[in-house]
């Protein structure tokens, strides 16, 4: 186990508090798929629920620091240069329809630099994070960006509705978020996407830079309409090419 810093460590234990609650809703939703009520209500309520237990987590030893988060928008404490970027459900189209690839995200950025991310998916009980100049984990175990060189092998995350015409290979998950991380982990060898908030992809930024990849500069002050590249330094360039009209 590598050594953490305490806030990361805040971190950790937030998102595994309130991965249980994520985890009992989760089976909850499928006994209300068959509902006439429909689970959307049930979906905004337990996103609001998981919200509420991080950000107290995270308040518990760090109450100066700021937030920003889905639900509950920007929170300016008196430590503005301290923010905390929470996701509690990224995916929650996934969640709301009973398929299990969603996940907890959270990220500090500190001075206009995102310094530790955590993206945790509960179901599957993986766990990805990074601290700035300390690498990349999974569960424990250091992880790199793929090493692929060659296009054709490669597979690629993306989402969004809008089309974007590519010849590469692309899988449409439905979670920003462990898009980011599976390209830390080496799973994907790229992400492209359009049309994303900064909550969605904090934390995946600074798993793939630390995992030895790169990602385009992101506006940390634009909340929404982001447009995320990522991917391993030969695969990044490649990617690009092949991304005319992005």
Not at 105 to 110: E, H, N
Not at 174 to 191: E, F, K
Request: net charge neutral; with cysteine; hydrophobic share 35%.
């Amino acid at each position: 186990m590598n050594s953490i810093s305490p806030n990361l460590n805040i971190m950790i234990k937030a998102a595994e508090k309130a991965s249980k609650v994520l985890i009992r809703d989760f089976g909850e939703l499928e006994k209300l798929q068959v509902s006439q009520k429909g689970p959307s209500d049930f979906v905004t309520n337990s996103d609001k629920k998981v919200e509420k237990i991080i950000l107290e987590e995270l308040s518990k030893s760090r109450n100066k620091y700021s937030i920003l988060s889905e639900e509950t928008g920007e929170i300016k404490n008196s430590d503005k240069d301290n923010i905390w970027i929470v996701d509690p459900i990224d995916g929650t189209t996934n969640f709301l329809h009973g398929v299990p690839h969603f996940a907890i995200s959270i990220a500090l950025l500190s001075k206009e630099e995102i310094v530790s991310g955590l993206i945790f998916d509960p179901i599957k009980n993986e766990m990805f994070y990074a601290e700035k100049n300390n690498g990349s984990y999974f569960n424990n175990h250091r992880i790199k960006v793929s090493k692929k060189k060659i296009l054709e092998e490669c597979l690629f995350g993306t989402g969004g509705k809008k089309e974007v015409k590519t010849n590469l290979n692309t899988r449409i998950s439905g979670s920003a978020a462990l898009d980011m991380a599976y390209v830390g982990a080496g799973r994907y060898d790229g992400y492209f996407q359009r049309s994303l908030n900064i909550w969605d992809v904090a934390a995946g930024i600074i798993i793939v830079k630390e995992a030895g990849g790169k990602t385009n500069n992101i506006n940390y002050a634009q909340n929404e309409e982001l447009k995320v590249l990522a991917g391993s330094n030969i695969i990044y360039e490649k990617m690009l090419e092949n991304l005319n009209n992005f």
